[in-house]
């Protein structure tokens, strides 16, 4: 398993943006398919985006299609771009990675960060 740190949350208003960044230990985080889930209070866990092992294929939640982006640098880290900010968008985020699969299923992700607090008010 990889280990993994998400950072660059914290408190924005409405419209604004936040750039989440989620740092793998290793050399191995290119083999690894990558996804954020953000869990809302008193809600269930949600798929937010994914990002395949090259980076050449995107996975969205219809909530944040158009407003976020998730992109992967050729070393440890992926982002989640989140732009036009909504008060709905107020959750912890977490990182999540996975050697096998790419997709929208919290269940096939065996790596987890701690998550990283994203507060939106209006």
């Known amino acids: 398993q990889v280990q993994l740190v998400e950072s660059g949350g914290g408190l924005v208003q409405v419209g604004g943006s936040l750039r989440l960044s989620c740092a793998a230990s290793?050399?191995?985080?290119?083999?690894?398919?990558v996804a954020w889930f953000r869990r809302a209070p008193g809600k269930e866990r949600e798929f937010v985006a994914a990002?395949?092992?090259?980076?050449?294929?995107t996975d969205y939640a219809d909530s944040v299609k158009g407003r976020f982006t998730i992109s992967r640098d050729n070393a440890n880290t992926v982002y989640l771009q989140m732009n036009m900010l909504k008060p709905e968008d107020t959750a912890v985020y977490y990182c999540?990675?996975?050697?096998?699969?790419?997709?929208?299923?919290?269940?096939?992700?065996?790596?987890w960060g701690q998550g990283t607090q994203v507060t939106v008010s209006s």
């Open positions: 290793g050399r191995t985080f290119s083999t690894y398919a």
């Open positions: 999540a990675a996975s050697r096998f699969y790419y997709g929208d299923s919290s269940t096939s992700y065996n790596s």
């Open positions: 990002i395949s092992r090259s980076g050449g294929s």
